[in-house]
């Protein structure tokens, strides 16, 4: 079993930058696919972006390619998304996910471990 617990959400001006940190449990977290997804009020949970256990390879939902950046630090149990030049559509519950069976994916469906969530809110 798995636990994920996010960290570093909050209240931001547009135009501004927060870094949401995942903690993972565990020892095999440097062998699952990690990624962040987000929930909007009224909307479905969206992929935002994921990264393979060799950091190797990332992928990004097209509304945030260049303005968010994920990492991981295997040695640390953590994953990150970096979010820089924020918006107000960026207002969502950012959950972070580990896929314990698969190189990297970006279905929802396929992550076998989830966050409780965290809000990150950007004001105009």
């Known amino acids: 079993q798995v636990q994920l617990v996010e960290s570093g959400g909050g209240l931001v001006q547009a135009g501004g930058s927060l870094r949401l940190s995942c903690a993972a449990s565990?020892?095999?977290?440097?062998?699952?696919?990690m990624g962040w997804f987000r929930q909007a009020p009224g909307k479905e949970r969206e992929f935002v972006a994921g990264?393979?256990?060799?950091?190797?390879?990332?992928s990004y939902t097209d509304s945030v390619k260049g303005r968010f950046t994920i990492a991981r630090d295997n040695a640390k149990n953590t994953v990150y998304l970096q979010m820089n030049s924020l918006k107000p559509e960026d207002t969502a519950v950012y959950y972070c996910?580990?896929?314990?069976?698969?190189?990297?994916?970006?279905?929802?469906?396929?992550?076998?471990?989830w966050g409780q969530g965290i809000q990150v809110t950007v004001s105009s």
């Open positions: 565990g020892r095999t977290f440097s062998s699952y696919a």
């Open positions: 990264i393979i256990w060799s950091s190797a390879l990332t």
């Open positions: 996910a580990a896929d314990r069976r698969r190189p990297f994916t970006t279905r929802e469906g396929d992550y076998d471990y």
